[in-house]
Nanobody
């Protein structure tokens, strides 16, 4: 089976930085778009940013200029570098990926378990 596991969350002060990682494991044929989403208590899950297999990125307006998504295809890993963090960035951050498994004729969308990011004022 395929799994996504996030790491790197924690408590930081406003203006600080944090780097999240998400690694995909399992027998994988290929990984297409990977992305990061976040969800604060009582709010809907929202897009943070996505990155294609070729490295093209797209970000939510709220994080443009502060967050950077990158990926290491050899390690099946996607990263989220977060700078100039604000209290409103506090949320559980989830990794997402569209993955083709070996021996399966269709892709499937996977979610990680999430990692908590808390930004204090």
């Amino acid at each position: 089976q395929v799994q996504l596991v996030e790491s790197g969350g924690g408590l930081v002060q406003a203006g600080g930085s944090l780097r999240l990682s998400c690694v995909a494991s399992g027998i994988i044929f290929s990984i297409d778009v990977m992305g990061w989403y976040r969800q604060a208590p009582g709010k809907q899950r929202e897009l943070v940013g996505v990155i294609t297999s070729g490295g093209s990125t797209n970000y939510a307006d709220s994080v443009k200029g502060r967050f950077t998504i990158s990926r290491d295809n050899a390690k099946s890993t996607v990263y989220l570098q977060m700078n100039s963090l604000r209290p409103e960035d506090t949320a559980v951050y989830y990794c997402n990926a569209d993955i083709w498994r070996v021996g399966v004729a269709f892709s499937y969308n996977y979610w990680g378990q999430g990692t908590q990011v808390t930004v204090s004022s």
